[in-house]
């Protein structure tokens, strides 16, 4: 310290010289800092409130005030569609897809007003119907897609053929026992005696019909 102060008294030019030097160069680097930021908010837009989920939230949950949160992001990075700018548009709204922290909540991921339960997860123009779980059914859960198999008993009856696949081409006793009645459809809900699924208006007759005339069994499927 003493030494500091002998040169500012031997050399003030060169002391006022160096904090110059040292004010200029903070300058610079805020004017950069500075820049930077205003390049970035002209290239991603202004920040704008929108809610997103406070944790990973499963498909079918009911959204609460734990759920969900406000977060400042830049235009560029929200997603098309409707978006709202507070949290009370989502609270009380059924998730149709699985949520992970972070992520935007807009009006296509959340039921409509009203609509709860099952029947909120439940796509336009399909049908839910329930089946009975077996020591045989894989374990599933909400979100899953399952092929549905119908299995007859031939020697009692060979069900329906308007769905049997091969009943154009062939006689009952050689017809397959086991055909899909039901593709690709969407778990709704997971419970401990019988799952229930989503099929289209057109599967719901032919699925219906082979619960009560033979037994299903659910097949796991790619997503």
Not at 62 to 84: C, E, F, N, T
Not at 120 to 146: E, F, K, M, N, S
């Amino acid at each position: 310290m003493r030494k500091l102060r002998y040169l500012v008294r031997r050399l003030p030019i060169l002391y006022w010289v160096g904090a110059l030097s040292l004010v200029l160069c903070t300058g610079l680097a805020m004017a950069r800092i500075v820049g930077g930021a205003q390049t970035a908010a002209a290239q991603f837009g202004t920040l704008r409130p929108v809610p997103v989920a406070s944790h990973d939230v499963p498909v079918g949950t009911s959204l609460g005030a734990s759920d969900v949160r406000i977060r400042m992001l830049p235009r560029a990075v929200i997603p098309h569609g409707d978006v709202a700018s507070s949290t009370d548009a989502v609270i009380g709204h059924v998730a149709l897809v699985p949520l992970s922290e972070g992520e935007v909540v807009t009006a296509a991921k959340v039921a409509p007003t009203g609509l709860t339960g099952i029947t909120a997860l439940l796509p336009d123009d399909a049908r839910a119907l329930a089946i009975p779980t077996t020591a045989g059914t894989p374990p599933l859960q909400r979100g899953d897609h399952v092929d549905l198999l119908a299995s007859f008993d031939l020697s009692d009856s060979p069900g329906p053929t308007t769905i049997t696949p091969s009943a154009a081409h062939s006689s009952p006793e050689t017809a397959a026992p086991t055909f899909p009645v039901a593709r690709h459809a969407t778990v709704l809900d997971v419970a401990s005696k019988a799952i229930t699924v989503a099929v289209t208006a057109d599967e719901a007759p032919r699925l219906a019909y082979a619960l009560t005339h033979g037994a299903i069994t659910l097949a796991l499927t790619a997503p």
